[in-house]
């Protein structure tokens, strides 16, 4: 599967960058017939509910499933939006299945 990671408004360091690989490469044990993945991270203003923002896309046939996450480190919004992916995946598999 081929992952694409952006990062936008910060330069993301090969720590953080191995971190989303890692994260999003397991996806492909829930949705096999993914065909590529899109990370967009970004700094928000909004400090409160927190200011890093990770947008996950994933490409499967016939369909993009999409995921938001936002929280006060990018780690914990990828592995929310990894969980959001997770369950959309069940969904798409029901669907498909029909």
Do not use: C, W
């Not at 599967?1 to 690989?21: E, G, R, W, Y």
């Not at 996950?56 to 992916?85: C, N, Q, T």
């Amino acid at each position: 599967m081929n992952v694409q990671i952006q990062s936008v408004k910060f330069d993301a360091d090969k720590k953080l960058i191995d971190f989303v690989t890692a994260k999003v490469s397991k996806l492909e044990r829930f949705a096999e017939d993914a065909i590529s993945a899109e990370v967009i991270m970004k700094l928000d203003k909004d400090h409160e509910r927190g200011n890093k923002v990770v947008t996950l896309k994933l490409e499967v046939p016939g369909d993009e499933l999409v995921a938001d996450a936002r929280s006060k480190s990018f780690e914990e919004s990828v592995d929310d939006g990894i969980a959001a992916l997770k369950r959309q995946i069940e969904k798409y598999k029901e669907r498909s299945h029909k």
